[in-house]
């Protein structure tokens, strides 16, 4: 019996090694067809279509999406850090999990990317799209004021050149000499 309780072990070890090869090749190109995926992470078509079908279903993928050349659709991003105060956070949970900040941003035409709840200095941390510095600053001033009981500091940066952006080299990665 020690020998099957081994080989169980070492399956599901392989499983989740296999799960990560398509993970990775699925965040360099999800729209790629499922054979091709196949083809690159030396798996079988079925494998990997049920690979998927799992995650979708497990919610481990939540959903696709492009990835942008923000100076060709005339945006800018951004990155807003936000620090707590020591002050109890009364409604702001249920506020972030209505998304009210979303949809405030979608309101002065800022669209947001990543919302998340960080380890370390800053607290919080959304990275979005605005026209320009005033836009993305008149979000920062608007969230400040929506929590103005529980946010300390605020860090507004701009994104000037991504390198990479959700796993996805910049195709002109070689402009990056234009800014050094």
């Known amino acids: 019996?020690?020998?099957?309780?081994?080989?169980?072990?070492?399956?599901?070890?392989?499983?989740?090694?296999?799960?990560?090869?398509i993970i990775r090749e699925l965040g360099r190109n999800s729209k790629e067809s499922i054979d091709k995926i196949a083809k690159r992470c030396g798996f079988s078509?079925?494998?990997?279509?049920?690979?998927i079908k799992r995650f979708e279903e497990s919610n481990t993928i939540w959903g696709y999406h492009a990835v942008f050349d923000n100076e060709k659709i005339d945006t800018k991003q951004y990155?807003?850090?936000?620090?707590r105060s020591t002050k109890p956070a009364k409604d702001a949970i249920k506020k972030i999990i209505d998304l009210t900040m979303h949809k405030k941003g979608e309101e002065i035409g800022?669209?947001?990317?990543?919302?998340?709840?960080l380890h370390g200095y800053y607290?919080?941390?959304?990275?979005?799209?605005a026209l320009n510095i005033k836009e993305a600053k008149r979000f920062s001033e608007l969230l400040s004021r929506e929590y103005h009981e529980m946010i300390?500091?605020?860090m507004l940066l701009e994104d000037i050149f991504p390198i990479k952006k959700c796993g996805i080299v910049n195709p002109d990665v070689e402009r990056i000499k234009e800014f050094t």
């Open 45 to 51: 078509r079925q494998k990997v279509w049920r690979t």
């Open 79 to 83: 990155v807003l850090l936000v620090k």
């Open 1 to 21: 019996m020690v020998g099957g309780k081994n080989m169980i072990k070492e399956s599901k070890k392989k499983i989740k090694e296999d799960d990560k090869i």
């Open 123 to 129: 607290d919080w941390m959304f990275v979005f799209t």
């Open 110 to 117: 800022i669209d947001i990317h990543c919302s998340s709840y």
């Open 152 to 154: 300390s500091e605020v």
